[in-house]
Structure formats: C-alpha cells, structure tokens
Nanobody, 111 residues
Framework: QVQLVESGGGLVQPGGSLRLSCVAS?????MGWYRQAPGRQRELVAT???????NYGNSMKGQFTISRDNAKNTIYLQMNSLRPEDTAVYYC????????WGQGTQVTVSS
C-alpha cells in the first residue's frame, strides 16, 4: 500500500499562490491531485504520468500546474490566481485512486 504525505497548504488571499507537495512511499505510473470542498464530493484536479504527460480537470488548466520528481517520488501542484472556490482539502493519490488516502492539506482562500 502506497503511503502518501501531502503538505504546503495554508491560508492565502484571493489572487495568491501556493505550491503543494506530495511524497509517496513508492513510485506509481499515474499520480493525481484531488480536492474536496466542504459539502462536496472529492474531485480530480490534475494527473501526471511517470513520463510527465499531464491532464487537468475542467476549468483548472492554466490556473494549476502539476509536476513530479520521479527521483524523489514526489508530485507538486502549483496553484496560482487562487479564488475562494478553490478552498478545499487537497489530496494526492494514484489514478485511479487507491483506498488508502493521506491526511490531505487544507487550502483556504479568503481575505
């Protein structure tokens, strides 16, 4: 079972930026960032293959950038121009996701 540790969240003002990190205990072919806002279902934000091919969820392309460092078993999510509706707990996991989730990292966008 892959262990996942997310970090980098916090409180940021609208228009601000954050960079999230996720360290995995082992390498997997496709990794992704997910988020879950209060009262909403978890949604897929972005995915990246081991070779670096990326895909983004609807309306997230251009605002978010996913990347990975295979040598460190780490994926990143650069989030720019953050809006209050981006407030959520952000998780990383394989794609499709395993049943084992990390603790996530809280991102709060508020003035």
């Amino acid at each position: 079972q892959v262990q996942l540790v997310e970090s980098g969240g916090g409180l940021v003002q609208p228009g601000g930026s954050l960079r999230l990190s996720c360290v995995a205990s082992e390498s997997t072919f496709v990794m992704g960032w997910y988020r879950q806002a209060p009262g909403r279902q978890r949604e897929l934000v972005a995915t990246i293959t081991r070779a670096g091919a990326v895909n983004y969820g609807n309306s997230m392309k251009g605002q978010f950038t996913i990347s990975r460092d295979n040598a460190k078993n780490t994926i990143y999510l650069q989030m720019n121009s953050l809006r209050p509706e981006d407030t959520a707990v952000y998780y990383c996991n394989q794609v499709p996701p395993s049943r084992s989730w990390g603790q996530g990292t809280q991102v709060t966008v508020s003035s």
